[in-house]
């Protein structure tokens, strides 16, 4: 395609929620033959850790099951199955390399293909997109 | 409608139908038609998008109560 639509995502959050969230945006806009780009930073940055297994916000943590059973019954699969699916479609992950100080994540923690940035790299990534999204 | 190839969502909801068939429609050659059936109520808006956005184009769309059929050839 001609002309090939940008989009920048920050996940600062890393409740199911806000990772499921990001991921169907992503998705989506990667299904619709858009270039995607996610930072992952503060409590998010552990969304792009080996295992990571989201869970609801606050007391509705307890239901997290729940939500995901839910999901699964339109088709919607977990967290993990979501992410896999992102990499496949080819969408850009990044982990904040601050965060990853302050939160102590290694390098090795990261899953495969994540790239470690700071806020600089991504800004100038996401200078050049069409679309920007926070989602925190 | 004349088809090559049926791709059935009915179930599933947003974004999975969009991202079946952008799966589906990878996989087939240029100027065959897809026939999608999805009942998510917001694939009456979604499918068109798509298309729009791909530059796929939507030949016809028919509901059949809360079942919407889709039928979309591939352009690019």
């Keep these: ?136 | 409608m004349q088809k090559d190839a049926s791709l059935d969502a009915k179930g599933l909801m947003c974004p999975m139908p969009i991202v079946k068939l952008a799966k589906k429609i990878k996989e087939m050659q240029v100027g065959q038609v897809l026939e999608l059936i999805a009942d998510d109520p917001g694939a009456k808006e979604d499918v068109p998008a798509w298309c729009q956005r791909t530059q796929n184009e939507l030949v016809e769309t028919k509901q059949e109560g809360s079942v919407f059929y889709f039928y979309i050839k591939k352009k690019v």
């Design chain 1, 1 to 136: 395609m001609a002309n090939v639509k940008k989009v920048a995502i920050v996940v600062a959050e890393g409740t199911f929620d806000k990772a499921m969230m990001s991921l169907m945006i992503a998705n989506t806009a990667a299904s619709m033959g858009m270039e995607v780009h996610i930072f992952h930073t503060f409590f998010g940055l552990k969304l792009v850790t080996k295992n990571a297994n989201p869970k609801a916000p606050g007391m509705y943590r307890l239901f997290t099951g729940m939500f995901k059973k839910k999901m699964k019954a339109v088709g919607v699969e977990d967290y993990a199955a979501n992410k896999k699916m992102a990499i496949e479609l080819g969408v850009n992950m990044y982990a904040c390399g601050t965060s990853m100080g302050v939160m102590n994540v290694k390098a090795e923690d990261l899953d495969p293909g994540v790239k470690i940035l700071g806020a600089a790299a991504f800004l100038n990534i996401a200078a050049e997109t069409d679309m920007q999204y926070f989602i925190g």
